[in-house]
DNA sequence: CTAAAAGTTTGAGTGCACTCCAAGTCAAGC
DNA sequence: GCTTGACTTGGAGTGCACTCAAACTTTTAG
């Protein structure tokens, strides 16, 4: 069930664009990727679920350099499992600290869209107390 | 109440460089801050108020650009009430969807781990079932 | 067979968010 | 007064993660 795809099917699943795929292969983040006679990128099942790990640690904010250190581990085989898991535990210590902040964040966010909005109504709805429209004499 | 804090007394408030303090305001980010008689800043509470506010924007990811929209509405004063709120609600949704998106990453990630400890595990415990450590005849 | 579309490479360019530099001014301690 | 350190400005520089350009080759449709 080998995939055989061409980089603009690759890109056209993954999201990534045809130049983003060239640029982690030659940044080393993709292994060099199989070719076709003709020279032309051929994408395997075991390469898209690759880059989709990769999207993973993207998504989690993880930087082009780490991603090349993790890569780098992963091409040295079984062996330096611990050292990924490490990586990856410190990594997804990050991530959760990052996401409590954001949650923190959002959550003020909110409070202050409250805070517009009842501003909204005792400006619009009844401008009694706070009348300041200038509908006087 | 009035804090009259120094630009550097602020960095250390906030967290932000004394250098990203005169970019955010050289950006429009902060109004013009109040002046010592010598020419130096001298930041207000509201000041403060409005930079942690600024942080907020910062920690869920919004552009500098968005963040100058927004401070130029807020310049524009209660007016523009019902269009910060507008953006700010359209953040908060961008801001959730991200939030969602690096839960399932970490999701992944902490499968992932996961995966490398039993497979840890199965290396250096008991090499029986995949026995490929080549300690045989 | 030909034309257009899609692929290849190396290297340069872009946009963002800072970050620093140089040259000068101001404030505080001795 | 003098030195040291903090502060000022405009503009230049940095690092990151792409993104594109140019010149070329290969594949595909008619």
Redesign the interface.
């Known amino acids: 069930m080998e995939s055989h795809l061409s980089i603009t099917e690759v890109a056209a699943h993954t999201g990534l664009s045809a130049h983003t795929l060239r640029y982690y292969e030659r940044a080393g983040l993709i292994a060099p990727v199989a070719r076709a006679p003709g020279g032309q990128r051929r994408y395997a099942a075991a390469d898209l679920e690759w880059i989709g790990?990769l999207l993973?640690?993207r998504?989690?904010r993880m930087s082009i350099g780490q991603m090349q250190v993790f890569a780098r581990l992963r091409g040295e085989g079984?062996a330096s499992?611990?050292e990924?898991?490490q990586m990856?535990?410190t990594?997804?210590q990050e991530?959760?600290a990052?996401?409590k902040?954001?949650?923190?964040?959002?959550r003020?966010?909110?409070a202050?869209?409250e805070h517009?909005?009842t501003?909204?109504a005792s400006?619009q709805d009844t401008p009694k107390k706070t009348g300041r429209t200038k509908p006087c004499p």
Chains 1, 2 share one sequence.
């Open positions: 790990f993973r640690l998504e989690t079984a499992t611990a990924r898991r990856l535990e990594h997804l991530v959760e990052s996401i902040a954001m949650q923190d964040a959002a003020a966010l909110q202050k869209i517009y909005r501003l909204e400006l």
